[in-house]
């Protein structure tokens, strides 16, 4: 595998133009469409935008798992899990490869938001937990299984003995959902992406597995890419933000900005949004005017002009913003902006 030096050696894994396109007989959907982003280590990046911004399609492409008629047709996913500073670009790798597999689930742990699709329907939950324990740990049988059980407990499964014997069909919605974040964390991956993870749980084990997420974030230096609706979780858990619309990242930001000086009108549209700048958890966004349009009707120019605030005619439908640099660690795709460098000389 070709090794390609990383800008930043901190960096685990750094997303640059990633287009993941969808050729159906109706046409080709844009599901992602240059996403640009990455993640330090042992830190935590929360994705957020409206549903059908690209996000889940986004994740997929990083675990080699698009499934047709999708495809990743541009763009590199760039994997540093040493601080050697070398990365290998999975996006060249087939899906299916030894490599790939070698890196999926012992590596880069995800967390689905349908978790029948993780759960094989022929292995029992404990088998399946088995191999996550034993991808990481050379433990006897016993051992294995008494970790497995262990895992269950910690994500607040009741009689994890027995359920480890049972298959991902007998147990509940919640408890599937709860299973496969076991198998994901039994794996002590070095990125845990988790997509939309408590959505179908209720509160207080919503609670419970964010606070387990953080517990073996602080144990084991874990990464998370976290994709949420819930600002109250980003406030809780982000050091940093992507914001997508529309299969791009239009604002990387760290947290306190991205809440208290966002440079996008998209950024600042999903604020206001909200009740309260202070949300609690609990709280999703709420709809801003407009819909998303869908990616086979991407507006011309900014594709976010038509339900912007702040649109300038003229400008915004004209030309298509590339990233502005807006500080360091901080940077929006709108036309509006200056770059830090130039804004400071004016
Ligand atoms: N199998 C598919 N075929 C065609 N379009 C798809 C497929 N899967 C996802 N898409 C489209 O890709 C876009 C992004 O979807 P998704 O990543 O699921 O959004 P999000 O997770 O942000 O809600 C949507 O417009 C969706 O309709
Ligand atoms: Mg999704």
Redesign the pocket.
Known sequence: MRQIPMREPDTLLEVRDLATH?F?DEGV?R?VDGASFDIPRGKTLCIV?E????????ARAVMGLT?A??RVVGGSVLWCPDQDGQATDLATLHGNSRAYRAIRGPEIGMIFQEPMAALSPVHTIGTQLAESVRSRHAVSKRETRERGIEALARVGIPEPAARYDQYGFELSGGMRQRAMIAMALAAEPKLLIADEPTTALDVTTQAGILDLILDLQSETGMTVMF?THDLGVVAEIADSVAV?YL?RVVEHADVDTAFHAPAHPYTEALLRALPSIHAKTGERLAAIPGMVP??FARPAGCAFHPRCHRFRPGLCETREPENVPVAPGHGARCLLLKPARKAAAE
């Open positions: 969808f159906t959907v599901a935008g549903s059908g911004s690209g996000k889940s399609v986004m499934r008629p999708g994709i997508m299969g869908h990616p």
